[in-house]
């Protein structure tokens, strides 16, 4: 069976302390791994994709990195505004799907 | 541009009513999803359109969810005899195509008392 598990479950960083976010994935067929960015009350906001290992992604203080059994989000000097619950998900499988897997997510929490 | 609408963004129903729940999806994306998401999960998959037709419905928990999307754009979630455990936020998404990345709606947060 596909899965996705995120951890750690929850972090909490002081403004400018770097940390990373791991996303191991088991599944069959990976055909693109996504991360998202979800604030309270709102619906997840896409960051990155990436479709092969090796592959690496750059936005602002977040980078994004893929392996053949996991990913990582690495944050950068982050700030108080970084503060949201970061989701990964993978699309894999048949190529007649568009079925997103999503793990339970990170809570990162930036304090001043 | 517009993202992703869906409406209402909340409602509150009781056990054994029936609910539909509206998408908007993005203008030009060609496929449109359909996610359920409870407090503290990630989202869980329901349904996938690629134009009209529902190409995957794998995620659908039982017959009295049901989803369609008659002119390829706008979408209608039903729930009929609704439940306390359907309460949960609903999520549209769309995408220019299948395996392209998703964009999210803000969601309607459905409520069964």
């Known amino acids: 069976e596909d899965q996705v598990t995120q951890s750690p479950e929850a972090l909490r960083l002081q403004e400018g302390e770097s940390s990373s976010l791991n996303c191991s994935y088991t599944v069959s067929g990976l055909r693109g791994l996504f991360w998202y960015r979800q604030d309270p009350g709102k619906g997840p906001e896409f960051l990155f994709t990436?479709?092969?290992a090796g592959e690496e992604k750059e936005k602002e203080r977040l980078k994004a990195t893929l392996t053949k059994k996991e990913s990582f989000l690495h944050i950068t000097a982050p700030k108080p505004e970084d503060s949201a619950t970061y989701l990964c998900a993978v699309l894999a499988g048949s190529s007649n799907t568009g079925k997103l897997i999503f793990g339970q997510g990170t809570t990162l929490q930036v304090k001043p | 541009g517009a993202g992703v609408s869906q409406t209402p963004s909340n409602k509150v129903t009781e056990k054994g009513k029936y609910v539909e729940l509206r998408c908007d999806p993005i203008s030009g994306h060609t496929a449109l999803y359909w996610y359920r998401q409870s407090l503290g999960q990630g989202p869980e998959f329901l349904i996938y359109?690629?134009?009209?037709?529902?190409?995957?419905d794998s995620g659908l928990p039982n017959d009295r969810f049901f989803a369609v999307r008659p002119e390829g754009s706008v979408s209608t979630l039903k729930i009929q005899r609704t439940e306390r455990g359907d309460s949960a936020v609903y999520l549209c998404?769309?995408?220019?195509?299948?395996?392209?990345?998703?964009?999210f709606g803000p969601g309607t947060r459905l409520t069964v008392t």
């Open positions: 990436l479709y092969s």
């Open positions: 998404a769309s995408s220019l195509n299948r395996g392209h990345e998703q964009y």
């Open positions: 359109f690629q134009g009209t037709g529902a190409a995957d």
